[in-house]
């Protein structure tokens, strides 16, 4: 996650509710189409259980829902071929991981990654980007662990977010949701660390230097 110590920019001082509550709130706003492509093996017995909750959510919050992939089939900005203005031409691919952790983590990092149709390279900087390995990471939001999940988005996912293992396999899993929403791993990226809701919002990568540092260093420019 980013340094919470570190100065933010007047226009974030803004914005209404911080990242990680976005993300919660988006997770737990997410409905049974998308609820369906987070479920994995650990949460197919809590699916009616994670619907119930997402529906309760859903109308408090503006944020995507099953039909995510459709809403968006008409907005020029959020579709796949085009590049956020930002970052201008979009490369075909996010660097290679060239972090110096080379620890046990990173075998089940890359198993994750390929089960949910995730580029590895990409998935392996997002974990650097945000726990920077360390499986005991919680941030001042209250995020936990690898992928640094909410603990209301981990029980949304069906996973113990102090599992390693399971941990990174629910950052992949709500990763691959994003991009099956957005259609492209910039907005992916962005959604997974402003919430979809903000993605949705901005018709692009919100305008806040935390999430487009966050694409930056994760996607390159």
Known sequence: MIDPNRRRAPELARRPAPAGNRRTAAALALSSGLAALLAGPAAADTVSTMNNRAALFASQVNVLDGRAAQQYENSA????????????????????????????????????????????????????????WNAGAVSHKGALGLAQLMPETAALLGVDPGDPAQNLDGGARYLAAQFAAFGSWPLALAAYNAGPGAVQRYGGIPPYAETEGYVRAIWGS
């Open 77 to 132: 900005r959020l579709q796949p071929e085009r590049s956020d203005p930002l970052f201008g031409a979009a490369p075909v691919a996010a660097p290679a991981y060239a972090g110096s952790y080379a620890g046990p983590h990173l075998a089940v990092a890359r198993a994750a990654a390929r089960r949910h149709g995730i580029p590895e390279d990409l998935f392996l900087r997002l974990v650097q980007q945000e726990s920077g």
